[in-house]
């Protein structure tokens, strides 16, 4: 890791970040803010402005000079299980067969304390070398797994949010915990993590068939006792899934009802999937403000179903991108916008390259309510920043050539980009990530 060697710098590149929604329609309005070949210029770790050169700025400013490349704010990854770099890419399965011969086995190695240390360092410098700046992440069961997730972000100084994963019953044995001993867990590492530098405690369900009604009023009650906690969680993932459910809570009226009855909805929920929901469900989002983590590389590699995003939308609820890894294919989210592409288009929805690249970074701050941190190259946000190359290779080098309009030219780099045309990362201005070969 190099580190940037004075606390003032100005990075050259083309800025390209939003000021608000852009919409879904492929006319740069003016959320769409485009500068390029300017200078962004940073400041113990925070983004002070940015200008068209280098003229003004005297020699106590560290020059980086990525001219011809794409800077982005760091994207944000709204749901992401750390120990599931293991079975990532494992064959054959749907959701609930997934779970039980691939990665319960998996993360049951994550109770180990040295397994637990190397997996979280290797998991937050995976994401930092995708360019993933800021991550909501499942860990294991295991306390040690969830200490060890939250100390590899804070050394890293990345915004992080993730808890302990909640199961109680309907798992093997190694990843069962108890109403109590969740409870004294959560209690404890919310008491050495919640509000530490960047990070923030989850509540960390994962998922309705693995929690008792106990447990699931044992989180609710923490959601209530302890301002800012965040809840993360899976919903309507899989119709297979969607009827265990509905076994499992005869009563309830549907799956996310589930996790309203017991207080875990509000601003600050994220649940991955809700492929299959209905008007109620999503009058319900819109009404809690809680968030969809649409995960569409995993939606199709597990076979679960097509999202519907513009159905949420119009009923007012919020939807951000997110990998889902393991169920999802890579970490990154250039690859995972590309796959949310084909799966609008298999229901005649067309995802601009500005709806999708503001949903992976100033929409999911704002979103999780971190947009005055995070998520665009405002002034007074912490410098959170990737630089890309816009093509590598013949194919790339040549869509762009041939590109005309600015639209054109950042969607075949969304659809054709990924993780190898990272250049460098930042995280609160210290460099984190630099591509080798330059
Ligand atoms: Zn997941």
Redesign the pocket.
Known sequence: MTAVPSSKFALRGDLLDFTADPGWGIEPGAAVRFRPDHWLLVEDGVIRGAHSSDAALDASWTRIDHRGRLVLPGFVDT?V?APQLDVIASFGTELLDWLNTYTFPAEQRYADPHEAQAGAERFCDALLAHGTTSAVV?PTVHKVSADALLAAAHARGMRMVAGKVLMDRNAPPGLLDTVESAERDSRELIERWHGRGRLAYAMTVRFAPTSTVAQLEMAGRLMREVPGLYMQT?VAENRAEVEWVRELFPQTRSYLDVYHRHGLLGKRAVL?HGIWLDDADRALLAATGAQIAHSPSSNLFLGSGLFGWRALEDAGARVSVAS?VG?GTSLSMIRTLAEAYKVQALQGVKLTAWKGLYTATRGAALTLGLDHEMGSLEAGRMADLCVWDWALGAVGERRLAVATGLHERVFAWMTLADERHLAQAFVAGASRFRRESG
């Open positions: 749901h299980h499942f899976h991955a889902d169920g």
